[in-house]
């Protein structure tokens, strides 16, 4: 498989996410979140948008959010239990498991994910992590986790002009849970998840050091 392309194709994906507010219904809205929804092209589920202001500078909040093993991002992401490295294939494209836990009170069991993420910098300054499901020959599936698919997904930090202290941070979800779960639990599983993933980034970001 040619995980470069494949990267590349999840970049400009989210990047078109982003820019076309077409069709999207909000779902849950907070004071420093809106989460909306539609209709996913890539599977028979929904892609989901999260979009906050962060209080911190995009460094910082990039720091956070980078998808490296032994990063931040296993310490305050409720939905990431572990995140190994399984191969890297060039400075900015790598193939990645991640572990999650189980959730909705049980119902939905510990899960496994395995990715071709692509790290892309943009000329305004923004940084973004783009992810999608892969198959690699180090990482069959597992007993012990239902093996689940990430189609294109990932987060985009986005400088605010005027305020070297705040980032925007846009938040891409669409994902084949795997199993049997009843619809009505994914549903209401994700914009409550990305709701808390906003609170506990912004709890995070604020425990930093200054960078």
């Known amino acids: 498989m040619d995980y470069e392309h494949k990267a590349s194709t999840v970049a400009d994906c989210l990047m078109g996410y982003k820019t076309d507010e077409s069709g999207w219904k909000v779902c849950k809205k907070s004071n420093d979140v809106v989460v909306s929804w539609r209709p996913s092209a890539e599977f028979p589920g929904n892609v989901y948008k999260g979009e906050g202001i962060v209080s911190g500078s995009p460094d910082k909040v990039w720091e956070c959010l980078k998808p490296v093993p032994n990063g931040l991002r296993v310490k305050w992401d409720n939905n990431v239990k572990k995140f190994e490295l399984l191969e890297q294939i060039t400075e900015d494209v790598s193939i ?53 698919f990430n189609h294109p997904c990932g987060c985009i930090c986005v400088p605010i002009s005027g305020e070297p202290n705040k980032t925007q941070v846009f938040s891409f979800f669409q994902t084949d849970l795997g199993g049997l779960l009843p619809r009505s639990v994914v549903d209401s599983f ?22």
């Open 190 to 211: 994700f914009p409550s998840s990305m709701a808390e993933f906003y609170s506990n980034l912004a709890k995070s970001v604020k425990s930093l050091k200054d960078l």
């Open 96 to 148: 990645c498991r991640t572990v999650t836990p189980s959730a909705a009170m049980g119902i939905i069991a510990p899960r496994d994910f395995v990715d071709v993420i692509l790290v892309k910098q943009y000329e305004d300054g923004s940084i973004s992590s783009n992810a999608s499901n892969v198959t690699h020959q180090s990482c069959p599936p597992q007993s012990g986790y239902v093996r689940g």
